[in-house]
């Protein structure tokens, strides 16, 4: 009975290690998602965001998942497994897309995540990541370089903003306290001074740091959402005078309610004057760098001591892929100091052993789409898509801003719009309009007003879509 178990065992498996398989699946997979992206760009979708609320959506797959299986079935998945996810996804590569801050990722993309998925190299060490390892330390080395970060820069990548926003500040910490902090912890009570419209994960990783809510100090900002130099030195007075060390200043390029860039400029001659560490959230924002049009928001950014920038978000790639730079590339050694033998066979410093970098042990090839894209065309793609994409918000802005009834936040300098109808109420419009289709827009509330957002992730939207929009909320406000 045994014997005859791990045949069936085997043979169950080993099915699934067949290359004639893998090629048929593959051309099924492909066909499928060509199909996709034909609908989306033709707008043949009704909803960019489908309907049903959390708890529909689970009872669905729920009850998908206690279906009888099928034997005649033998694939490692059901086969309308992915028909069933791509009909029940957010349509970002549909051109009405406006929601969040997604990449709409470049399609070829795709077939190189295929394969890095299937090689499915580690990274955490050399012998782990042989291709992906020195690829990526070639494409920080050199984007580092072009960010005009100087030649000692360097940095790392990362699964997203958050977990690039911690380490730049354990690096902070441990430049303050050389080599005693992840041993004896830190002697005075320690505090970061950030924008009070800054990204929660700045405050989230101030308090995994044990610094606790007292150790963040939020900086009023101006009502552009601006960190207001003012407000700055109060901040870091008061800090002082409960006794804390503060160690950073944040700057924020950009916020995520309204884009607002922060004076990157202002906060470089703070941090200098103070001797602390300038750390820039530019996940959004910071990609601009690429483009000589939209660029200027960021200067005093290259005087950062480190900067997190998402490639998954203005950059066409898929997610999560963030990167994290240091202006002085040995910073990034120090953020994380443990030993573990049995992986590496020198404490020192190196490059190829990217776990001594970075919070993952383990981590995807993520270098592949950065490298690829970096390879074969410089800033240049990256430079058009980024103006694309403030163009598209620039222009919606203007419809705005030219149309009785509707009031602008500010005139963007990304690509965030954040805007309200003055005569209807904002949340039933966003609302209804989810629900009726097909364009999809978020909203955020400042104060006791709630704004209407959208951000402009896909190039392939048009003036037709812009004004579509906001004719198909008017339309919504008339019926209410």
């Not at 699934?16 to 199909?35: C, D, M, P, W, Y």
């Not at 992206?37 to 960019?48: G, P």
């Not at 190299?121 to 072009?146: C, K, L, T, V, Y």
């Not at 309610?257 to 004076?263: A, E, I, L, V, Y």
Request: proline share 4%; aromatic share 10%.
């Amino acid at each position: 009975m045994e014997e005859h178990t791990r045949r069936f065992n085997r043979s169950h498996w080993a099915s699934h290690f067949n290359a004639n398989r893998f090629e048929k699946v593959g051309e099924s997979v492909q066909n499928e998602l060509f199909q996709y992206l034909e609908s989306a760009w033709s707008r043949e979708f009704d909803r960019v965001l489908p309907q049903g609320t959390p708890e529909e959506r689970l009872a669905q797959w729920q009850s998908e998942l206690e279906r009888p299986q099928d034997s005649a079935d033998t694939g490692l998945v059901r086969h309308d497994l992915i028909k069933r996810m791509v009909d029940r996804s957010n349509k970002l590569h549909d051109p009405r897309y406006a929601g969040h801050q997604v990449a709409v990722p470049f399609p070829e993309l795709a077939w190189l995540q295929a394969a890095t998925s299937l090689l499915n190299n580690g990274m955490a060490i050399d012998e782990m990541g042989p291709a992906s390892s020195p690829m990526e330390e070639a494409a920080m080395r050199s984007i580092a370089q072009f960010m005009g970060l100087g030649p000692e820069s360097n940095g790392v990548l990362c699964h997203g903003g958050t977990l690039a926003n911690l380490t730049a500040l354990l690096a902070a910490r441990q430049r303050r306290y050389p080599g005693n902090a992840w041993r004896d912890g830190t002697s005075k009570p320690c505090a970061l001074l950030v924008s009070d419209q800054a990204h929660y994960c700045v405050a989230r990783a101030a308090q995994v740091m044990g610094w606790g809510e007292g150790g963040i100090f939020k900086v009023a900002t101006n009502e552009r959402h601006q960190m207001d130099g003012k407000a700055l030195l109060e901040s870091y007075e008061e800090a002082k005078n409960w006794g804390f060390e503060v160690l950073a200043i944040v700057g924020s390029a950009c916020t995520t309610s309204t884009g607002s860039f922060d004076d990157l400029e202002m906060m470089a001659d703070f941090a200098e004057q103070h001797g602390m560490w300038f750390h820039v959230d530019g996940a959004h924002g910071a990609a601009q760098i690429f483009s000589k049009t939209h660029s200027m928001v960021l200067k005093g950014m290259e005087r950062a001591d480190s900067i997190a920038m998402d490639f998954h978000k203005m950059l066409g790639v898929p997610a999560l892929c963030t990167g994290l730079f240091y202006r002085n590339g040995q910073d990034g050694y120090a953020a994380f100091s443990h030993e573990a033998n049995y992986l590496y066979e020198s404490q020192e410093e190196e490059w190829w052993n990217f776990s001594k970098r970075t919070f993952e042990c383990t981590k995807r090839m993520l270098s592949a789409a950065v490298y690829g894209i970096w390879e074969n065309h410089g800033p240049n793609l990256w430079e058009s898509l980024v103006d694309r994409l403030i163009e598209n918000a620039q222009s919606f802005a203007q419809i705005v801003d030219n149309r009785p009834g509707w009031e602008l936040f500010n005139h963007p300098n990304s690509n965030i719009v954040c805007f309200r109808s003055m005569d209807f109420d904002n949340d039933a419009l966003r609302r209804n309009m989810i629900d009726a289709g097909p364009y999809y827009l978020v909203k955020t509330v400042f104060g006791d007003q709630t704004w209407l957002r959208c951000t402009f992730q896909n190039p392939l939207t048009q003036e037709e879509d812009l004004n579509g929009l906001l004719e198909g909320l008017e339309g919504i406000g008339r019926e209410l």
